[in-house]
């Protein structure tokens, strides 16, 4: 069966400084794989997806940056974090010409003070 | 631009039907899908509609209009477990994107 993982599940991050997430997925070939953000209580905004290694599309402008070195492992990344970074951040795979069905990881909490 | 709208919150008894409506206006669709979030948790998929007419899923039904850009999501013999979150998402053009409405805050009482 299939699973992803996703780490840390909470962090408490200054104002610039860097970050890292990390997700992995196990037990499927070639996902699409995706980072979402979600602020308190809305929707989820897309922030990246990728169909293979090294192929990333981001959706909106920000200071944030994903990489997909390994076909099951997918990082968001950032150099310096603003206040407005603060979110629930979650990484989502899908079948590669399925239905998108979204298989979401559990989340990171992400404050930033 | 592309926008989904779903009602923010909804309030329904235990047992009864609930009925939650999704609009969207996208540059391109391939289907309809309905997720469920419960508070701390990640969102899991409940349905998808490519076509225009109604999936059932247990007590879970889904429908789907293409001309009217219009579908819903219906609840059956609602139980309080079902209190969550509940949102729309478009599958977009190229089949890789999904876009996510805001969520429907669906609130059971006894």
């Known amino acids: 069966s299939q699973t992803i993982h996703q780490w840390p599940a909470t962090l408490v991050q200054p104002v610039g400084s860097p970050l890292s997430l990390e997700c992995t997925v196990e037990?499927?070939?070639?996902?699409?794989l995706y980072w979402y953000r979600q602020a308190a209580g809305r929707g989820l905004q897309l922030l990246f997806y990728?169909?293979?290694?090294?192929?990333i599309s981001s959706e909106v402008p920000q200071n944030l940056s994903a990489s997909r070195p390994q076909d099951r492992q997918f990082i968001l990344s950032s150099k310096k974090l603003l206040l407005s970074d603060s979110g629930f951040y979650l990484c989502?795979?899908?079948?590669?010409?399925?239905?998108?069905?979204?298989?979401f990881g559990p989340g990171t909490r992400l404050t930033v003070l | 631009g592309q926008s989904l709208e779903q009602p923010s919150e909804v309030t329904a008894v235990e047992g009864a039907i609930v009925q939650i409506n999704c609009t969207y206006q996208?540059?391109?669709?391939?289907?309809l899908s309905w997720y469920q979030q419960h508070d701390g948790g990640a969102p899991t998929f409940l349905s998808y509609?490519?076509?225009?007419g109604l999936e059932e899923t247990g007590r879970f039904s889904s429908f789907l209009s293409r001309s009217d850009s219009y579908g819903y999501l219906l609840l059956q013999e609602l139980q309080m477990k079902d209190s969550a979150s509940y949102f729309c998402?478009?599958?977009?053009?190229?089949?890789?994107?999904?876009?996510f409405g805001a969520g429907t805050r669906l609130f059971v009482k006894a």
């Open positions: 989502a795979w899908s079948v590669r010409g399925g239905n998108n069905e979204q298989f």
């Open positions: 037990g499927t070939s070639n996902p699409n």
């Open positions: 990728s169909v293979g290694i090294g192929q």
């Open positions: 996208t540059s391109g669709f391939y289907g």
């Open positions: 509609n490519a076509l225009d």
């Open positions: 998402a478009v599958r977009n053009t190229g089949g890789f994107k999904t876009i």
